[in-house]
């Protein structure tokens, strides 16, 4: 993605962004709260249209990217939260996320037709491999309100997996998860790196330096940095936007003591 | 003791109609949230189309299959036409948008096919079964009211269960957006529900029709039990629609069997039951406490 700008109204949410992720890499995106992450995710799976800008996939411009042709090009998506369908068993939800992989025509899988038939199973099987990978094989025919949040939270990334993304993009998937289930989830995203990209948004700092290849940092709407975690971590204009600049603190503070208490704080 | 049966058998066969309806409401709004008050004159018109099949010397088989073919493709162009742009918006839109359908949809039935009575044939007759000496009351077309809508709704049962489109509509019922980003084609699986949901709306017009006369707003009644029976159910619960019109069609056959001037008490009785299932359980018998709005 190159220079994208988003605009709600007049409020500028992104200004000239770029990002690309490389083949086989785990891409960071990073910034405080209401930088622009989630919108930047949204563009890059059709949910948001950019005002301006370029969205190249697999060396093609994507000017109409939409929401249900994602799975079709080769991109997977997780949401923040979990975003499982209520009334359906764990194995049905992650069956769902293979649905591309199905091969018998609609009028054939609407009439039951032997073809459909096989695939059904085929289908089946192939979710079943993927809840097996991520260890909750044990919970397919649970439905996913009766589980822990952690354990909903694999089912939804084994909903992802199942597609066979090239591109996986998850949105905060360590949100809700203990330390050394976010390890568990660390060592999980290097591991499908050999099979696709990823594009990860995340607050968790030390999951991020770990599993990254490259940083992208987010502040305001703006690109403020990007390179490889140690360049990214070494960077001042990063440690300003998550700390705020130290001697401008001090300073701010100075003057909050001089002027009569008036002056809202920035 | 043999009027008890009776009594009760009249009851099931009607109720099981009161059902099909039912379901017919719930898959829309479980699909759409929206209550399609259209659902009776869609019903109507693939009557009508099956009358007008029958009277030119077809057999009455050839007109089953035809008007509910024709409700399928009814149900898929209200919902791509006249649906689809008011779809997410304000929820009373909707309602008076289907309100409209209902009458324009009435109006042109007159139109086209008069608004005089015309009798409905019935495939199978109305006497009750000889078992040994002693005739029981249950007649061969009430067999066929029951088996045609239990194999209508198993059909369905199978259809959301064990295929990938039933799998794809349900998953799109409970999140639009989820299921897009999933890759499934959320509209057309609206489109599909809103024909399915025609289909059996309109099964439970032919078997209400059966025997009887037909006129363009001979489903009125149906409306009403069938909305009862929904919204006792749950308005979110096929199986709720199901049970909720039995209950109401045995209800109503006890009170129009046993009640003095129980006839005139039957429409009453219904909003009755109505009034009493919604004081003790808004949500209906078979809803989760959330599950419905409004």
Redesign the interface.
Known sequence: MTGINVAFGGVLALTDVSVTVEPGQVHGLIGPNGAGKTTLFNVA?GLVRPTSGRIVWRGEEMRRLK??????LGI??T?QGV?L????TVL?NV???A??H?H?G?GS??L?LPT?DK??RL?RERAMRALTELNAGHYAGRYPGSLPYPVQKRVALA?ALV?EPELLLLDEPASGLSEDEMHELGELIRSVVGRMSVLLVEHHMDLVMRVCDRITVLDSGKQIAAGTPAEVQADPAVTEAYLGDAVDAEADAAELTHADGGRPHA | MDYFVNVTLTGLTQGMIYSAFALALVLIWRSTRIVNFAQGSMAAATTFIALALIQAGQSYWVALVVALASGFILGAIVERVIIRPVEGGPELNAVIVTLGLFVAIQASIAIIFGSSFQSFPTPFGVRGLEVGDTTIPLTPTSLYIIGSVLLVMGLLVALFRFTRVGLAMRASAFSQEVARLLGVKVGGMLTLGWGLAAVVGSLSGLLIAGGSFVWPAYMDALIVFGFVAAIIGGLDSPVGAIVGGLILGLALSYVSGYAPRGSALVNISALVILIVVLLVRPGGLFSSATARRA
């Open positions: 799976c929401p249900s042709k994602l799975t079709s997977a998506r949401l975003g369908f209520p009334g359906m049905e069956m769902v996320g649905h591309r199905a018998a609609f899988a609407l039951a459909s695939d059904e289908l909903r597609a």
